[in-house]
């Protein structure tokens, strides 16, 4: 998206069903339909949409997302609202666990301890999200998150526990 010189400024995106993602759960591995998403072979989640979002990869453990900021990300005081970078770091660490998992085993996010240490804006160029996994239990998993700007500055870090559960 480019940026208008208006007073007004206007947005639209589309989405896919996010059933279709729901869908596969039971088929394939987290790591599997992380890829498959990816890859365009499945759609990305609407969240993805909303916020804009980049690529998406994935390997066992690992996961990277990135986001190229915009107006439409801004906070009162000119810089990337620290919702939407706590989404991109939650969204790294969850999805790095669960690419660990394999098809019927489900997660949710327990926690999100977050820290932000330096403002993002559109002159940060791409933000780069990695999030890995620390320590993976039979009930939770540890993982961690950290997003860099397009200088390599750390911006924001961020730890998570996520609960696992079948999904049956």
């Not at 279709?20 to 039971?26: D, R, W």
């Not at 990869?57 to 009162?76: C, D, I, K, S, W």
């Not at 933000?127 to 750390?154: F, H, M, N, P, Y």
């Amino acid at each position: 998206m480019t940026q208008t010189q208006g007073e007004v400024r206007s947005r639209t995106f589309e989405w896919s069903d996010p059933m279709l993602n729901a869908a596969e759960l039971g088929r394939r591995s987290g790591l599997e339909l992380l890829q498959a998403m990816g890859r365009g072979e499945l759609p990305a989640p609407p969240i993805m949409h909303l916020l804009g979002s980049g690529r998406l990869e994935a390997e066992h453990g690992r996961v990277v997302v990135t986001l190229e900021p915009q107006e439409f990300h801004y906070n009162p005081l000119g810089s990337v609202h620290g919702g939407v970078l706590a989404t991109l770091l939650d969204t790294a660490a969850a999805c790095a666990v669960h690419s660990t998992l394999p098809a019927g085993v489900g997660y949710t996010s327990l926690d999100l301890t977050t820290k932000f240490l330096r403002p993002a804006a559109i002159a940060s160029g791409l933000l780069t999200c990695e999030g890995t996994v620390i320590s993976k239990g039979r009930r939770t998993a540890l993982a961690q998150s950290q997003i860099t700007d397009a200088r390599g500055s750390l911006v924001a870090h961020a730890t998570s526990t996520c609960m696992l559960f079948d999904l049956q």
